[in-house]
């Protein structure tokens, strides 16, 4: 698949994901009254998403200057957002970060504000909305034995 059919699908998805869990604040109803807030919902089989991040550093700078714009953005305070289950975190020599998290649909908007607000400068982004398919692609291996 190419990159901009993948770029494209995963645009697609996020935008069913921001419709699907009510993320538009002038319709969406309020919150039952023992609801738990979305910004404290817990990733469950209907409502998670993985979301793979690939932050590639700004090669022409080095390291201990992006960390000083990073520390002054206030990236590593708020990432990851507290509640969000870090699935992977690997550094990818020349490239910079991937990391993988798992979380609410509702949550995904949180997620990318917070990379906008303190890691861009330092990096540029990528982002990557997955689903967890091993169990299906276990099963079907399993079957075709």
Avoid: C
């Avoid at 409502?47 to 793979?52: D, E, F, R, S």
């Avoid at 990818?92 to 917070?114: D, F, K, Y």
Wanted: glycine residues 8%; proline residues 6%.
């Amino acid at each position: 698949m190419g990159r901009s059919m993948g770029l494209t699908m995963a645009i697609a998805l996020a935008g069913v994901l921001a419709l699907s869990s009510g993320a538009n604040a002038q319709t969406a109803a309020p919150p039952a009254e023992n609801a738990a807030p979305a910004e404290n919902a817990a990733p469950t089989a209907d409502n998670a998403v993985m979301l793979t991040i690939f932050l590639k550093h700004d090669q022409s700078r080095p390291l201990s200057e992006l960390n000083a714009q990073l520390g002054k953005q206030g990236y590593y305070k708020a990432f990851p957002p507290a509640g969000i289950e870090v699935v992977s975190w690997y550094v990818m020599m020349g490239i910079g970060q991937v990391v993988t998290l798992r979380l609410p649909a509702s949550r995904l908007r949180e997620v990318n504000r917070i990379i906008e607000n303190s890691a861009w400068g330092s990096y540029k982004t990528e982002f990557y909305p997955t689903y967890d398919y091993k169990a299906v692609g276990i099963a079907a291996h399993d079957k075709a034995q």
